[in-house]
C-alpha cells in the first residue's frame, strides 16, 4: 500500500506489518485502528526508514495512521 505521496508504503507479510519509508520525512509514531475507532496498536517509532509492527488482529479492514513531519497520514488497508 501506498501511504502517501512522499514515498512512505506498508506491506503485511508474515502477520507483520513492514512500513517503508524511502522519503526524508520523519516518522514520530504508528497507529492501527479498526473500523470502530478503536486503536488496537499505537507506538512511537524507533527507525523513521523500517519499522515492522506484529499483526495480532483478525482478517478486514483497517486504517494506519502515521504521525510526520508536521503531517498526518492515514490509509485504509485489508488485513487477511
Known sequence: YNLSN???YAEIKNGNLILHN???IFIHSVELIDISG????SNA???????TIPLHVSS???????NAENTVFSNKVFIY
Open 6 to 8: 512522499n514515498n512512505i
Open 22 to 24: 524511502s522519503g526524508n
Open 38 to 41: 478503536k486503536i488496537l496498536y
Open 45 to 51: 517509532v524507533k527507525n523513521s526508514y523500517s519499522n
Open 60 to 66: 478486514g479492514y483497517y486504517i494506519i495512521k502515521i
